[in-house]
């Protein structure tokens, strides 16, 4: 996409509400969910939005952003920093090998 289309697709990108609810799930998961996202620093919401995000990019989906046009491409960079360098945050910094197991 050329810096022209990619300009006026943002300025088409108008921010929209979402509505989702009923979602159930393990006390397992719920408790890992809301540790990550306080980790991140962020709200339930955002953190499960911004992973629906991550993946749709991962698939080939097109769309200027998140939350508004542009977030994707640094948090994307920041992830992929981490992935190069193999550290992830998990309550401290930790290294992890390319099989997933603590170092």
Not at 10 to 37: C, E, H, Q
Not at 43 to 54: G, H, T
Request: proline letters at 1%; hydrophobic letters at 40%; glycine letters at 8%.
């Amino acid at each position: 996409m050329t810096i022209i289309a990619s300009r006026q697709r943002r300025r088409k990108d108008s921010i929209v509400n979402i509505m989702l609810n009923g979602g159930r799930v393990t006390s397992g998961f719920r408790a890992a969910l809301f540790a990550a996202a306080s980790r991140a620093g962020t709200s339930v919401n955002e953190y499960v939005l911004q992973a629906a995000a991550e993946k749709l990019h991962a698939s080939g989906a097109e769309f200027s952003g998140a939350f508004e046009p542009g977030d994707l491409q640094s948090t994307l960079a920041k992830a992929e920093t981490l992935i190069k360098t193999n550290t992830f945050q998990h309550g401290k910094d930790r290294e992890v090998s390319q099989h997933g197991n603590d170092i």
